[in-house]
């Protein structure tokens, strides 16, 4: 049975007692250099073996699990559960479909601009022959045009449908012919008719009146005045879906100025643009209406392409001729080729459906991909065959790991070749040969520190040294235990010390605390030495008053003379300490000293005096003001401190309902289990 020796308070003689651990009065086995540790008060002890057997088979130390892709790259984190045999699968899929996709993308790319290039250029020799055509054609209507309007004013009578007389005139194309001509001279900036003549065949064979031409001339009077300034004008005047074309241009005779209008059809004109194949060609007005086309809907509707990207572009251009590529009010996307005549703003282009000139290319690519489907499904055929016999070790390895990671070290695996793979397969033997034996030191060792020390000791990092850091220090201690002690056998303490100490390391864990010894019957628990929670003071609270419930159940259990019941009272302080390794070179202790200590273990000391179980600090307090219900006790002197501190009894966390409400009710609570028990505290 281990003994411990004791200093009396006022004796210098040492006794020796069977487990007299009273408080304050514990022998300091070794000084520790720079500690404010009272010597009345300091808890320390000759054998950390003897007071360490009291282990708790749960507090074995597991190294912590991390996801070795956490910090990875997105990508990798994709791939990193992936099996080699789909690794190997993706990877040459990957390379199959860029490398094939690549030349497909090279081919198809120069092919398709290749053949745009020739259709823009084809396009281009198109529009460069009607444009000429069409030029021509307006020019000999103009000059026909300008002929009659000298007879009309002279006063001659010019019958326009005799096609004859015009031509005597002027020779132009025997399919144009004039519908009416109309003089307008400008008079104090006004345009007045002065002469206008008809078709009157032409007005027979339409049943038109010769209003129908008045009203639509009046209605683009304003823009055919400005011919008078010397620009040609040319629009679209299809009238009751029958082409026309309108064309003013300035006149002068003698004093007289002003412009003609002259309206006429546009068979001939319209003959340039008929399509060839999935061409097709159109002429635009200066305000990017459709003049001609070789669809004669878009004609006599007057489409407009005002809104459509090609007409800013067309405008836009510095030069007569170029291409461009535009998309339309439908989404189609076209190729065009356009050419500005020079005469009344005019521009002719030529267009050919994106989606049908590139519909071989298409055709080509698609053909294409079909090919590298086929060649991609054929290697990963192959891939898929081999992949399988080189998993099949690998997938042996992957269960041994398993097993390993289950704690069996003992590995019946063997080698299947001599390559890389067959190495690794010795190197897992020997390494779980290697495990098992550590697994075994780590698993002794735990018993006696921390999981987190313990994984410290087993890499070599223990130095000696300490650095200052805020920590929370809780200590607890049973109520009466010497009493309770030298009524029980020796092995009976034992065996209560062990269940005890179950429960309440247990409660240390569950809240991310560290217990950093036991002292007889009491436990020294740190928060924030070697790892940190959210607020380590409200963990060291929490683990409190987990403990007084986990106390009530232990205590169901008890209530006879060798199982008495047991109150226990605890103290937490948080402040600065020094945490660090201490010692020598040979013999380790991982600890905390400093003031912030000794005022926890006083602290925890003043449970009887207040009739209490849980108390804290001030400056516990300030870290979880506003969570829990406290009673603030009487301000007391405490040994080592100059000025009274203040003390907070714990009653319950707020947000408890159950929790005591009261000093009186708590202590209701921890004091009607033990009326029977009596005794002097350890």
């Known amino acids: ?212 031409l008045d009203k639509n001339v009046k209605n683009d009077l304003k823009t055919f005045s400005s011919s008078y300034k010397g620009k040609t004008v040319v629009l679209n005047s299809s009238i009751n879906k029958e082409p026309l074309i309108a064309v003013s241009y300035p006149y002068k005779m003698e004093e007289k100025s002003g412009f003609i209008i002259a309206l006429a059809k546009m068979d001939g004109i319209l003959n340039s643009f008929k399509s060839s194949g999935i061409t097709d060609n159109f002429m635009l007005t200066q305000d990017g209406t459709v003049l001609a086309h070789s669809k004669k809907e878009e004609v006599y509707n007057k489409t407009s392409f005002k809104e459509l990207p090609i007409y800013e572009k067309i405008q836009a251009s510095p030069i007569n001729n170029g291409q461009v590529k535009y998309e339309n009010s439908n989404k189609e996307i076209f190729l065009a080729s356009f050419k500005k005549l020079g005469l009344g703003n005019l521009t002719v282009v030529t267009s050919v459906p994106e989606e049908k000139a590139m519909e071989e290319v298409n055709n080509i690519q698609r053909r294409n991909f079909y090919l590298m489907i086929i060649i991609l499904n054929v290697s990963i055929l192959i891939v898929f065959i081999y992949s399988k016999n080189l998993t099949k070790p690998i997938l042996s390895l992957v269960e041994a790991s398993k097993k390993i990671e289950r ?155 060798k199982k008495p019941f047991i109150r226990i009272g605890i103290g937490i302080n948080t402040g600065d300490v020094i945490a660090g390794q201490i010692g020598s070179e040979e013999r380790l202790e991982f600890t905390v000293i400093g003031d912030a200590v000794n005022l926890a273990s006083r602290v925890e000391g003043l449970n009887k005096e207040f009739g209490t179980d849980i108390l804290i600090t001030e400056s516990a307090y300030s870290k979880v003001a506003n969570k829990y219900n406290v009673k603030k006790m009487k301000a007391i002197h405490v040994k080592g401190k100059k000025k009274p501190q203040v003390i907070y009894a714990v009653l319950g966390r707020l947000s408890d309902s159950s929790a005591p409400k009261s000093i009186q009710e708590l202590r209701a609570i921890i004091f009607q289990e033990s009326k029977s028990s009596s005794g002097t505290k350890a």
């Not at 990798?76 to 860029?98: A, C, D, E, M, Q």
């Not at 201690?477 to 030298?486: A, K």
């Not at 034992?494 to 605390?513: A, D, H, I, R, W």
């Open 1 to 212: 049975m281990p003994l411990l020796k004791i200093k009396s308070s006022t004796s210098s003689k040492s006794i020796t007692k069977p487990f007299n651990l009273k408080k304050n009065k514990l022998t300091k086995a070794t000084p520790v250099p720079e500690s404010n540790f009272d010597t009345d008060w300091d808890r320390s002890y000759e054998s950390d073996t003897s007071l360490t057997n009291f282990h708790n088979d749960s507090y074995t130390a597991q190294p912590e699990e991390r996801d070795p892709a956490a910090n990875k790259s997105w990508l990798t984190r994709l791939f990193y559960n992936w099996s080699i045999r789909l690794k190997l699968v993706f990877i040459i899929s990957i390379i199959i479909i860029l490398s094939i996709s690549s030349i497909i993308y090279i081919a198809t790319f120069f092919f398709k601009n290749d053949n745009e290039l020739r259709i823009k250029e084809k396009n281009l020799e198109i529009t460069e022959l009607i444009a000429a055509k069409t030029r021509s054609d307006i020019s000999n209507l103009i000059r026909s045009a300008k002929l009659a309007a000298i007879s009309l004013s002279q006063g001659s009578a010019i019958n326009l449908a005799d096609k004859s007389e015009i031509t005597e005139l002027n020779d132009i194309s025997s399919e144009e012919g004039f519908i009416a001509i109309y003089v307008y001279l400008m008079e104090n900036g006004q345009a007045t008719l002065s002469q206008k003549s008809y078709n009157p065949i032409f007005l027979t064979e339409k049943n038109w009146d010769k209003s129908v």
């Open 407 to 561: 704690g069996e070290f003992q590995l019946d695996i063997k080698e299947t070749s001599g390559d890389e793979i067959g190495v690794l397969t010795r190197s897992f033997v020997h390494m779980g040969k290697g495990l098992s034996e550590r697994d075994k030191i780590k698993d002794a060792f735990g018993k006696f520190v921390s999981p987190e020390l313990a994984e410290k000791a087993l890499h070599g990092s223990m130095r000696l040294g300490g650095e200052r850091k805020e920590c929370t220090i809780f200590f607890s201690d049973i109520r009466n235990f010497t009493g309770m002690s030298e009524t029980m056998q020796p092995e009976d303490v034992v065996e209560f010390l062990n269940l005890y100490m179950t429960e309440m390391v247990s409660c240390v864990n569950q809240k991310g605390g560290i217990v950093d010894k036991f002292i007889g019957d009491s436990i020294m628990a740190v928060w924030g030495a070697i790892s940190s929670t959210d607020n380590d003071t409200e963990s060291a609270i929490e683990t409190a008053l987990l403990m007084r419930k986990s106390l009530v159940v232990f205590n169901k259990s008890r209530g006879t003379v």
